[in-house]
């Protein structure tokens, strides 16, 4: 896949986004829905769209460390030194976080934030300029396909964008690895 194409792609998502949709796009683990993070009323087309119950949080993805740290304050040592050395793709749920739509967290106010390495995710991130949702692309409770083929087809014409499959690239079978920040250390939620 081309650069320009590449950077052509991920405006066409961000404009979706920018207008309050929702997409569908492959992440560097499993395919994902989206919307702006900072858009309740498209997050709440999610919920829906998924027939997820609201007191299950969804994550978001960031392209950058700088953008991390914008969401939620100064990453102490250890934290910095998680995610620069995840050896796969790994979401940690911090305590809380800032500027972000109020229905995106959890009840407590904590929020999972995964750090991608997918060229397209970065790239639509960059092009947003902000966080993106990203929770699995299936109907709640339903197992999720492993390629755009296998994602059920209410997920598929429920969204406003669908990303070219060319650029999945992850071929994983299940989501990433999810870390809680608990004090100065860190809770294992799935491995």
């Known amino acids: 896949m081309e650069a320009m194409d590449l950077k052509h792609t991920a405006a066409q ?3 979706v986004l920018r207008r309050g949709g929702t997409i569908l796009y492959p992440t560097d683990t499993i395919w994902g829905l989206g919307c702006d993070a900072r858009n309740a009323q498209a997050i709440e087309q999610l919920y829906q769209l998924k027939a997820r119950p609201h007191n299950m949080s969804m994550l978001v993805i ?10 939620v304050g100064e990453l102490p040592s250890f934290v910095r030194e998680a995610v620069r050395q995840a ?3 790994t979401t940690i749920i911090y305590p809380e976080v800032r500027g972000l739509a109020s229905n995106l967290c959890a009840a ?5 934030i995964r750090l991608v390495t ?9 092009a947003l300029d902000a ?3 990203s929770t ?4 709640s409770g339903h197992p999720t396909g492993r390629t755009l083929e296998e994602i059920d087809p209410q997920i598929c014409t429920g969204v406003d964008w669908v990303a070219p499959p060319v650029y999945d690239t992850a071929g994983a079978t299940t989501g990433s690895r999810i870390l809680k920040l608990v004090g100065e ?7």
């Open 185 to 191: 250390k860190f809770e294992v939620i799935r491995e």
């Open 13 to 15: 998502a961000a404009e």
């Open 131 to 133: 966080p993106i949702v």
């Open 87 to 89: 050896l796969r793709p």
């Open 108 to 112: 407590d106010g904590s929020l999972g």
């Open 136 to 139: 699995s692309a299936n109907l």
């Open 62 to 71: 960031v392209e950058s460390e700088a953008r991390l740290c914008a969401l």
């Open 118 to 126: 997918h060229p397209l995710c970065e790239a639509m991130v960059a």
